[in-house]
Each structure stands twice: as structure tokens, then as C-alpha cells.
T-cell receptor, first 113, second 108 residues
Framework: DTGVSQNPRHKITKRGQNVTFRCDPI?????LYWYRQTLGQGPEFLTY????????KSRLLSDRFSAERPKGSFSTLEIQRTEQGDSAMYLC???????????FGQGTRLTVV | AQRVTQPEKLLSVFKGAPVELKCNYS??????LFWYVQYSRQRLQLLLR??SRESIKGFTADLNKGETSFHLKKPFAQEEDSAMYYC??????????FGAGTRLFVKA
């Protein structure tokens, strides 16, 4: 599968712990997006990278959330001091230069207990 | 405010019946709209976009700026069309706003 890859697929963590998710985009895509999806809702935009630069962040992204894309390839999303409200599906997507269509990964389902 | 509304959470139709999944948007600029689909146990994927004005898997969607709508239609539903459908609005700045989704269930 040469599509967008996300790891892990599932993560269960205790409240207060830190978690980190990884996204590997399609190799020639320079644009990378993180979304969060809760039950019964569509994906909500969190942040956007063009190459290694984080160009846009949603107000949903509190200071406990940080995302990086150090070499313009894979990206990580870290949540510090997790809360039960952080339980959601975290989706990564990528797109090629000048293209709006986003290709999504399978997502990482986070459960905070 | 920028918003996408899909009024139906669930739509159930019989195989062979016409299907219309509703989508309304709120956006002051020139909208670019999409329909994404998620089949069971698969990732979210693009179904169609309004600027291409094409039919994909028998589905079409027409942008109606007067009614601020982008409804998805198919004249004869198939069982394999059962999936979750999301209407999405691209607002520029590389940000896409998704609706809450409509689950389409096509009964045999």
C-alpha cells in the first residue's frame, strides 16, 4: 500500500500520559494535514504543513498538542497530559503541490481512560 | 461563518431507488466543494469535486450557489454504495471544512 500510513492504528492510554502518533504521507506530496474526528462528526482540521513548515493551526489545537514535520517527510502529532476529551480518531492526509484533493490515512484511534 | 450542513445522519433506500444526499454550505467567498466517501473498514477518499463536473460511480453533484447547496445524487442506488458520505468545503489557506456525514444504507 503506497498510500498515507499512520501508526499506531489504535492507542489506549491513561489520562495524564503523553502520546505520539506518526504519519507517513505519499512520498511526492509536500502538503500534510492533521484532522481529528469524534463520533458522529466529520473530520475537524487541526494543522497543516507545507514541506517542513507548519503554516496553519486550528484553535482546536491547544498548547498540549504539538505537531512536527522535521524533514518535510513524515510528521508526528504529540498530545501531552491527555484528557478523556482527547479520545477521537486522528487522521492524517497529504496532497501534492497545487492540488486540493487530500489523500487520507487509516487514522489512529485514541482512547483515554 | 463557514459551515457545512448535512441534515440527514442516516439515509436508507432500497436497491434501484434514487438517492439524494443533501449538503448545504455557508461561505462568503467562491466555494470549492467536494464529496468524500468512506466505505466500511476503508479510509476516507474523494468521490467527486464540483469543478470537475464529472460522474463517479453513477453519482453527480451540482453546485447551486443560489441555494448554497451541493447535493449528491444517483438515479439507481446499488448495495455497494452503502457507506459514509461527507460533504466538504475548501475555504482556501489549505483548510477544508467537513460536514458531519450521512450514512447511506442501501437495502437489497
Amino acid at each position: 500500500d503506497t498510500g498515507v500510513s499512520q501508526n499506531p492504528r489504535h492507542k489506549i492510554t491513561k489520562r495524564g500520559q503523553n502520546v505520539t502518533f506518526r504519519c507517513d504521507p505519499i512520498s511526492e506530496h509536500n502538503r500534510l494535514y492533521w484532522y481529528r474526528q469524534t463520533l458522529g462528526q466529520g473530520p475537524e482540521f487541526l494543522t497543516y504543513f507545507q514541506n517542513e513548515a507548519q503554516l496553519e493551526k486550528s484553535r482546536l489545537l491547544s498548547d498540549r498538542f504539538s505537531a512536527e514535520r522535521p524533514k518535510g517527510s513524515f510528521s508526528t502529532l504529540e498530545i501531552q497530559r491527555t484528557e478523556q476529551g482527547d479520545s477521537a480518531m486522528y487522521l492524517c492526509a497529504s496532497s501534492s503541490p497545487g492540488e486540493v484533493e487530500a489523500f487520507f490515512g487509516q487514522g489512529t484511534r485514541l482512547t483515554v481512560v | 461563518a463557514q459551515r457545512v450542513t448535512q441534515p440527514e445522519k442516516l439515509l436508507s433506500v432500497f436497491k434501484g431507488a434514487p438517492v439524494e444526499l443533501k449538503c448545504n454550505y455557508s461561505y462568503s467567498g467562491s466555494p470549492e466543494l467536494f464529496w468524500y466517501v468512506q466505505y466500511s473498514r476503508q479510509r476516507l477518499q474523494l468521490l467527486l469535486r464540483h469543478i470537475s463536473r464529472e460522474s463517479i460511480k453513477g453519482f453527480t453533484a451540482d453546485l447551486n450557489k443560489g441555494e448554497t447547496s451541493f447535493h449528491l445524487k444517483k438515479p439507481f442506488a446499488q448495495e455497494e454504495d452503502s457507506a459514509m458520505y461527507y460533504c466538504a468545503l475548501y475555504t482556501g489557506g489549505f483548510k477544508t471544512i467537513f460536514g458531519a456525514g450521512t450514512r447511506l444504507f442501501v437495502k437489497a
